[in-house]
């Protein structure tokens, strides 16, 4: 079974700072990867899926996220945050099948 | 259209009763699935409906758990026998045809569980 690993648990930083959410996972397969965000009182959304192609994926409200595969990681940036960005983060793979693993996620916090 | 819907929102209930919580997926997908988030966690995959058989109930963490989807729709989980562990955030989400590892899962707002 694949697991998630997010490396931060919780994030503090202001606004127009740059942002960068890691997040590794064990599978030796193939496999998609997949970063969802949960903002305050809202319910998970998809920010970004990667399943083949270029490994750098651009997703919703100027987040991007590259898949190395020798690194077994697929890192979240934004170069410049805004308050609005406030969320809880979680990233998520499957093993080309539909069981999503998800990591333990990683809050955000900006301040204005 | 509507997106995924749970009821109730919450459910406080006390230890060894039962439970029903109700998933209402987004019309027209095939694919349903339950997850259980526990404080501090990501979700934890429980079980997945493909049209109204369970193709995968690996994720249930035991015989207390079932869950049900009889018109290919709405899908009920219910926990027999609560135990205060059984408290958490239980989500559901659903996704469109085909069903796939690539497809994107639409979540509920999910049903908050506590067992007294």
């Known amino acids: 079974a694949q697991s998630v690993s997010q490396h931060n648990h919780h994030v503090i930083l202001s606004e127009a700072a740059s942002l960068e959410l890691g997040c590794n996972y064990s599978?030796?397969?193939?496999?998609?990867l997949f970063w969802y965000v949960q903002y305050p009182g809202q319910h998970l959304q998809l920010l970004l899926k990667y399943f083949s192609g270029d490994p750098l994926v651009k997703g919703i409200k100027g987040f991007e996220a590259e898949f190395i595969k020798s690194k077994f990681s697929f890192n979240l940036r934004k170069p410049s945050v805004q308050w609005s960005d406030t969320a809880e983060y979680f990233c998520?793979?499957?093993?080309?099948?539909?069981?999503?693993?998800f990591g333990a996620g990683t809050t955000v916090t900006v301040r204005a | 259209g509507a997106g995924v819907s749970q009821t109730p929102s919450n459910k406080v209930t006390e230890k060894g009763k039962y439970v029903e919580l109700r998933c209402d997926p987004i019309s027209g997908h095939t694919a349903l699935y339950w997850y259980r988030q526990s404080l501090g966690q990501g979700p934890e995959f429980l079980i997945y409906?493909?049209?109204?058989?369970?193709?995968?109930d690996s994720g249930l963490p035991n015989d207390r758990f079932f869950a049900v989807r009889p018109e290919g729709s709405v899908s009920t989980l219910k926990i027999q026998r609560t135990e205060r562990g059984d408290s958490a955030v239980y989500l559901c989400a659903s996704s469109p045809p085909p069903a796939g590892g690539t497809d994107t899962q639409y979540f509920g707002p999910g049903t908050r569980l506590t067992v007294l």
């Open positions: 409906f493909q049209g109204t058989g369970a193709a995968d």
């Open positions: 998520a793979v499957n093993a080309d099948d539909y069981k999503l693993s």
């Open positions: 599978y030796g397969g193939t496999v998609n």
